[in-house]
């Protein structure tokens, strides 16, 4: 079979590999999708401290069922599934008080286990044990289905910043997770939802796609003025940072309404996650600043319900359709902003 397999720093390597065989607690896959993310073009470019060369990387995974492992029962050659990426002990003291999330032993599929960017692959028996298999529902196909990965964490993202009926929420970046974000927003009932993005290019294609309220280019506009003017001075209930941008998180907390939360969705370079907040503006506004780390299995179950109901609609956000061969131009695509989503299809 054909895999990518990551060595090091720029260097991913198309190679010729044995088929995998399922062992016990284990399914073999054929992948029909496994997308791509910034933090698929992040390990490309410098690795990762979870990863130990060489690995076949790629964790947003769809597939059919070829082998079920001694002991699987629920499992048959042909069930088309989707695979979770964050996998949780179930044991830990925050897995037992239900934070999946921040599970102590978390570990990855394509970082501590061969990932999606291959012909055929093994779900690990961990992966099993969490019910982290999900049943593709009929009607979604495998591209749209690799997807729920990446709505699952704007799902636990926004369930902790609780967006809800009526709210004013204000997403910082317009690529795959920021389009997410504003469907996910609308979704769970939010009154308007503004798009805000430095690259104009990139903000016009996303909100031509996923249609905000608002599109405001933070390039040529005063986005805290901005979002102020549109909500009549009172500012946003809810803001969230799905870019890796400190400036950005500044300005979310000077742009939400008394009560408003501010999710720091988006990670932050490892030698700068330094950001300021005026603690007097979170006091005596009742702000709350909070995280979102991935999602859990549950997660993912119910971002492929918000898939198959048509909730939460993903085709459209899948720009570019790659094979496993062309993995490079699509990384190259991601790094340039030059799409929404792409997928590989092995």
């Not at 190679?15 to 073999?28: C, H, N, R, T």
């Not at 079920?68 to 069930?79: E, I, N, Q, S, Y």
Request: charged share 20%; with cysteine.
């Amino acid at each position: 079979m054909k895999v990518a397999r990551f060595y090091a720093p720029g260097d991913i390597r198309l190679e010729d590999a044995p088929e995998p065989a399922p062992g016990p607690g284990e399914l073999k896959i054929r992948v029909r999708n496994c997308s791509t993310c910034g933090t698929d073009v992040k390990i490309s470019r410098f690795g990762h401290h979870h990863i130990d060369p060489p690995r076949v990387t790629g964790h947003e995974i769809a597939g059919e069922v070829t082998e079920a492992g001694a002991g699987v029962t629920g499992w048959a050659a042909g069930d088309r599934v989707q695979v979770i990426a964050a996998i949780p002990d179930g044991a830990c003291p925050e897995c037992r008080r239900g934070r999946m999330t921040v599970c102590d032993a978390q570990e990855s599929m394509g970082y501590h286990y061969d990932g999606g960017f291959a012909e055929y692959m093994i779900v690990p028996a961990k992966v099993l044990a969490v019910d982290g298999v999900n049943r593709i529902p009929d009607g979604v196909s495998f591209a749209e289905a690799s997807v729920a990965e990446p709505l699952a964490c704007v799902l636990n993202g926004q369930e902790l910043a609780g967006v809800g009926e009526g709210d004013d929420v204000v997403v910082f970046g317009s690529g795959p997770v920021g389009c997410l974000h504003v469907r996910v927003a609308r979704a769970r009932g939010a009154a308007r939802v503004f798009l805000v993005e430095v690259n104009a290019e990139r903000l016009g294609r996303a909100a031509a796609t996923v249609k905000p309220d608002a599109a405001i280019d933070g390039s040529a506009t005063d986005v805290v003025a901005e979002v102020l003017a549109l909500t009549g001075g009172r500012g946003a209930d809810v803001a969230i940072t799905a870019a890796a941008s400190g400036a950005a998180q500044e300005q979310a907390q000077r742009l939400v309404a008394p009560g408003g939360r501010v999710s720091l969705f988006g990670g932050l370079p490892k030698d700068d996650p330094v950001i300021s907040v005026d603690a007097n503006r979170v006091h005596y506004r009742e702000l709350s600043l909070v995280g979102a780390n991935g999602s859990s299995p549950a997660h993912n179950a119910r971002a492929l319900d918000l898939i198959g109901s048509g909730q939460v609609p993903v085709e459209d956000l899948i720009t570019h359709r790659l094979p496993l061969d062309s993995l490079h131009d699509a990384l190259d695509l991601v790094t340039r902003g030059a799409a929404i989503k792409v997928t590989i299809e092995p």
